[in-house]
């Protein structure tokens, strides 16, 4: 699928995370928004490990409350994690 434009990033966060109980050092979490072909608009939520640049979560919704809530799922447990800006959970 070709996109129209280039995504627009509408959130990011790097969370320093420890090793020993959480397997990473640190994540950064992103969500960008990409407007298709039919003129609507696809959220996406990235998670990668900072040192390795390994995927470790891609999940992708016309829904951006499917996204932020999945976010917020992923990250729940996480202690310095930031959270989500009020202005994009709908």
Avoid: C, H, W
């Avoid at 999940?59 to 809530?69: A, C, E, K, Q």
Wanted: glycine fraction near 10%.
């Amino acid at each position: 699928m070709k996109l129209e434009s280039p995504p627009e990033q509408l959130y990011v966060s790097a969370v320093d995370m420890d090793p020993a109980l959480d397997g990473f050092s640190s994540v950064l979490v992103e969500i960008y928004r990409e407007k298709e072909p039919s003129g609507g608009f696809r959220y996406v939520l990235l998670a990668t490990a900072s040192a390795t640049g390994n995927r470790l979560l891609k999940f992708t919704s016309t829904d951006l409350s499917l996204v932020t809530g999945t976010l917020l799922r992923e990250t729940g447990s996480i202690q310095n994690f930031e959270g989500v800006p009020e202005g994009l959970i709908g």
